[in-house]
């Protein structure tokens, strides 16, 4: 097999983008018309993804130590769509014809046998993954929804009961389906530690447009179920690691931090520890509640809420709970000068230092680096993918070596 | 008189080589030498009817193969190749695929346009229920603060002696009291009480508001939403 003329190859039929992935899977489904189930309606994300997913193997087939691992997640990525074996040659058979249309007169009879030698090698290193993975784990876990909480209109966190354990690392995320979207699976992190019921908690935010996202967060109810594949990622807790810990999380990016900060709280003796939880508003700040529980529970812990794009000005919670409004003018006497903390809303361990009720404004990255120094800090990031980056630029400029800063978006993950 | 092997001539029988070599003809009438003449003029005539039919479907024949020769040197139409059939199928999926993903792409940008709508209107009701609570409060405090200056005057007037009836229901302990400190607390109870009341009727007329609001809303998305 040679390397160089495979990826000519590639590169020659990739120039033209969509249609070859069209072409691939209709000739895959023309003739095996069996296998067209197995996919949504809509392809077009379908198709994306296989033209990165070849992408990739092809730009690293002559770097095995990177392709293997990659070959073997997609392996036991593909099992709980129902992939088995015998659908790999037929996927190989329209991956050459497609190859093979689209090279035109480039196409020889050595492209031809470089293809299918790379093809048979990448089939083997799947297969030989999903089959291992098989011995220890289900090809998916069937859960159902115990518990909903709409926390917004477009935020709701969901307790779902798998069927068998599902040993996970707290940060990690799974694969849903929902039966009234099938076939459209959407990366949700655990928001909790692993729980002796095996109960998992989703923060789900609202997607417009989006087809699974819209479905949890407003049509979903207990006892509805769902499908799990197996947890994935790597934003994980440094175990190893003595040092403090800022986590900073954006909307749902809470998630998978949370999980971690559970995770801290069962150790004997947890380090300090920093969460920053940002939204664009008050009311996104959707599981403040719990976090101060924490905060009032944990010595060690410190909670800093912040919003975006709301002015220091007082929401109407806020005015509601604080009695006078703070624009009118002081009477003459001197009783509302000092309205005092309206009850339950300063809870102990939430920042004090930000104004109202502890709320800090502005970018979540400018807060957090206005807070500093966390040179010292393992740090932890999630949320959208522009906070992420901010916020990681933000922690390097301010001395935090990248190598201790871990991080996920779920900008494409969530639909 | 037929010969009973005389062929029967019928409209459509073709005249077969078997038949023309069993035909016999009658022996002519007496005094006459040969076959009867008669039968002999019929029978040629067939044999020409058969001759002149069998040259016309020869002919057609002829145009047949002429022309399906022309379309296989054409090679398109007809018969395809087990290949080109392939890639029809392939192309008229790929279309089909097409047309689907358009579908759901519109379906998409249509939900998305409406759902950004819907939070702009959420967002402008939101702000205009901010203003209104701001207003409210405003209101609350200016007829509190009337209230309670009114009060004052109206003690300072009287002058009441200590411990006797207070404007604001004072509790007893507050008795001893300079008179100024008195005055103070009995502005602070008349403000607080206005201010209550008024502050109370602004927010239940606004809740009850909200709440037809809420109504509405509940029944029309139940009306709406796929399950």
Redesign the interface.
Known sequence: MDAQRLKDSFARVAEQGDAVA??F???L??RNPHLRDMFP????HQRDKLLRALGSIVAQVDDLPTLVPFLQQLGRDHRRFGIIAEHYPHVGASLVATLRYFSGTSWSEDVESDWNAAYGLVAKVMLEAADEDSLSSPAWWNGQVVAVERRR?DIAVLRVMPDRPLPYLPGQSVALEVP?RLRHWRYYSMANAPRPDQTMDFHVRLV????VS?VLV??TENGDRVRMGAPVGTLTLDEESGRDILLVAGSTGLAPLKAILEQIARRPAPPRVHLFFGARTRDGLYDLEDLAKMAGRFPWLRVVPAVSDESGGH??ST??QSG??P??PP???S?FDAPGPPPGVSPSGVSPSGGDDGVEHGNLSDVVARQGPWDGHDAYVCGPGAMVGHTVEQLARLGVPRDRIRLETFADAQR | MNSPNLPVVSEGARLTPGELHSVVFARAALGRRGYDEEQVRNFLAYVERELVQIFNDQAVLADEVNRLRAQAAKGTRGVMAPEDAHFQAVRILSQAQQTADLYVADAERYTRELAHEARLQREAILSDAKGRAEQMLEDAHRKAVAVAEAAVRHAGQQSPPPGAARAGGMPDGAGGMPDDERLALQREVAYLRTYSDVYRSHLRSYLEALLRNVAEWEASEQSSLPR
Do not use: K, Q, T
């Not at chain 1, 417009?208 to 087809?211: L, N």
């Open positions: 069209l072409f899977y209709s000739d489904f023309v309606i809509g392809m077009s209109f009234s417009d447009g989006g087809p819209p407003r049509g929401g109407f005015v509601l006078p409004p624009g009118a009477a003459s006497g009783w």
